[in-house]
């Protein structure tokens, strides 16, 4: 969605080179959790042992019933495009590990499928693992530190400055998990190792990193957890540290070009020298060829002939109060700013379980609405049905 070279911002931009472009803040956010699951072998490995639990149990109404008959919470499965999702499908492991596993273990002496048993005694091993119980506890701290900023994110009546504001606050978080974060998933991990009465111990034989190969046996407890928190809690946390850095350095640049209708407070109390030149600043980003969308000399003043509105008022709110006074022609500059989501004319609470791959195809047609007017949908679904319609007519 953020392509400048194309698919949204290419598009708009070539239509009109002044439209500024707004990363979703909550998508973004979704997007750093993405490039952090994929940024560690035992990231990607704990992930896909998740999604292998999920399918199956549902794969047969004799399994899902077996786990019913253990934990509380049911394990879900894990989507790209639903955000709360991920913290759901790590958080019913993370709290029921034991109880999952003895709903394996169970399947395992119950089920007659040899493929079946099978599968059910490796997930039951994997599920009571040292490294996969430390790969749970740490991706649920990190999944439930973004939810929670995400939540507020996804508020309809969300600011910018308090959008970055809140994405500092998230990176804060990180920093200081990255510091203490592993010592206190290693002392959980072995609790619940106690509490299923296994060995607390890395039954991997070898790491590797991008300079040099660990080798360690089993016993070898300190150098195991110092090579796992080296190859994946760091790796991990760096990552999203990283991300959020790089993917959020917009929205900065925005906060400080639109720095002056962001909090009308501060403006008020500023020198008119200093709002001008703002403002001038401002006509100039939003200028081409000569000509400007705005005047900064005129939306300076009118900024300063505001009416009387409330304490800590957003740029949103001065809109809709312009508009309700039916004033906004006598602030052409400030009634001048608008923005809108593409993402959320598509992707609506109604289509919260899209998948990526509709979800693309459908912004797609929406942003090329001019071309998908001409096609012909008749003829698309007569081909379609052309295609599965049975070869041979049964009698």
């Known amino acids: 969605m953020k392509g400048k070279k194309q698919v949204v911002q290419a598009r708009l931009l070539e239509k009109n080179p002044r439209a500024v472009f707004v990363p979703c803040g909550a998508h973004t956010l979704n997007l750093v959790l993405a490039d952090a699951t994929k940024s560690s072998r035992d990231a990607v490995g704990f992930f896909g042992h998740l999604q292998k639990v999920y399918t199956f149990f549902s794969g047969g109404t004799q399994r899902w019933s077996i786990l ?3 934990v509380d919470l049911t394990v879900k499965s894990w989507s790209d495009t639903r955000r709360e999702s991920r913290l759901q499908s790590v958080h019913a492991v993370r709290y029921q590990a034991a109880q999952i596993r003895d709903a394996l273990l169970e399947a395992r002496q119950s089920l007659s499928e040899p493929i079946a048993k099978v599968e059910a005694q490796a997930l039951a091993e994997e599920v009571g693992s040292y490294r996969f119980l430390i790969c749970c506890i740490v991706w649920n701290d990190i999944l439930t530190t973004g939810n929670q900023v995400n939540k507020l994110l996804l508020s309809a009546s969300m600011q910018l400055d308090v959008a970055i504001d809140l994405i500092a606050t998230a990176k804060t978080s990180l920093t200081q998990y990255r510091a203490s974060g592993f010592a206190a998933a290693q002392t959980t991990a072995k609790d619940l190792c106690e509490e299923m009465n296994i060995e607390a111990v890395l039954v991997q034989k070898r790491l590797r990193n991008t300079k040099r190969q660990f080798t360690y046996e089993a016993t070898d407890e300190p150098l195991a957890d110092a090579c796992l928190e080296v190859t994946f809690f ?8 990283n991300s959020l850095e790089e993917r959020f ?21 500023m020198s008119r020298d200093t709002l001008k030149n703002q403002c001038a600043d401002l006509e100039k980003m939003l200028s ?3 000509e400007s969308d705005i005047c900064g000399a005129e939306m300076a003043e009118e900024i300063l002939n505001l009416p009387s509105v409330p304490p800590k008022i957003t740029v949103m709110q001065l809109l809709e109060i312009l508009h309700e006074k039916q004033i906004q022609e006598l602030y052409p500059n400030l009634s001048f700013f608008e923005s809108f989501s593409k993402l959320k004319l598509v992707k609506t609470h109604l289509c919260s379980t899209m998948g990526q791959e509709r979800l693309s195809g459908l912004a797609l047609i929406s942003i090329n609405r001019e071309l998908s007017q001409q096609i012909s949908y008749e003829a698309i679904i007569d081909d ?7 070869r041979v007519h049964l009698k």
């Not at 760091?234 to 540290?241: E, F, G, H, Q, R």
């Not at 350095?249 to 109390?269: H, P, S, Y």
């Open 68 to 70: 019913r008959s253990h």
């Open 234 to 241: 760091n790796v991990v946390v760096d990552a999203a540290l």
């Open 249 to 269: 350095d917009t929205m900065q640049n925005v906060k400080d070009n639109f720095g002056v209708l962001l909090n009308f407070n501060n403006v008020t109390t």
């Open 288 to 290: 081409k060829t000569g």
């Open 384 to 390: 379609f049905a052309s295609k599965k319609s049975r």
